[in-house]
């Protein structure tokens, strides 16, 4: 079983910088991806970023250029560098880990852009 935990959520006002981070322990598989989604108020869950243990990186469109994500040299460790924050970027960001059929989320951490 594979467990979840995020941070670095919180206020940031618009053009602000924020990281959000994610750890997986448990029975974590060496060929695994892990990233972030995020659902604001009345919408749907969406992604945000995506890297696999090869180093691969997908984007939503609408943090292209803005969001980065990376990994530390263990695998186990996902960082989300936020930049130019703006208000529609508001949502409960949650973490993912996907190998193979398993699948597991984080409980989710709130970021708020607003001035």
């Known amino acids: 079983q594979v467990q979840l935990v995020e941070s670095g959520g919180g206020l940031v006002q618009p053009g602000g910088s924020l990281r959000l981070s994610c750890t997986a322990s448990?029975?974590?598989?060496?060929?695994?991806?892990m990233g972030w989604y995020r659902q604001g108020s009345e919408k749907e869950r969406e992604l945000v970023a995506v890297?696999?243990?090869?180093?691969?990186?997908s984007y939503g469109d609408s943090v292209k250029g803005r969001f980065t994500i990376s990994r530390d040299n263990a695998g186990k460790t996902v960082y989300l560098h936020m930049n130019n924050l703006k208000p529609e970027d508001t949502a409960v960001y949650y973490c993912?880990?996907?190998?193979?059929?398993?699948?597991?989320w984080g409980q989710g951490t709130l970021v708020t852009v607003s001035s």
């Open positions: 993912n880990y996907q190998a193979g059929y398993v699948g597991v």
């Open positions: 448990g029975s974590i598989f060496s060929i695994n991806a």
């Open positions: 890297i696999t243990t090869a180093g691969s990186t």
